[in-house]
């Protein structure tokens, strides 16, 4: 049997390999100037199969609406670990009117018709602020 010292170290170990509790949606209500104007959460089977294939484990999707007319659809998947976003990152094909990036176990995409570029800027940045890790 192992010394007692042995098997809290482990289980405390095992505790800290645990993901983080939730606390609240992946997709902030606001974002820079954009509002959000609808918010779904999808099953994890939604996710397409170039992104399903890193472990979904959560999908969000919601609509966003800047001040000049501007409009948005973001979608987080939270993925098993965020190797898996930095991979799925790496290898996105990029797509006409879409951003795509990841934070920690989160990948985001964010089509658009037409946007301006500083607006989708700090829509991303403050994204990417909600989703790192404190």
Known sequence: MPPRGLVVWLLAMLAGCAPPPASGPALPE???????????????????AGIARFGV?????????????????????????????????QTWRREPNTVAFHVDRYFVILR???????????????????????
Request: aromatic residues 6%.
């Open 57 to 89: 484990q959560q999908v969000e999707l919601a609509d966003y609406a800047a001040p000049g007319g501007e409009t948005l659809r973001a979608e987080a998947y939270q993925l098993a670990s965020s190797a898996a976003g930095l991979e799925l990152e």
């Open 30 to 48: 606001r974002a820079g100037e954009w509002t959000r104007q609808t918010h779904r959460e999808a099953p994890a089977g939604s996710a397409p």
């Open 112 to 134: 658009y018709a037409s946007a301006d570029r500083s607006l989708l800027n700090s829509f991303v940045r403050e994204v990417q602020r909600h989703l790192t890790p404190r």
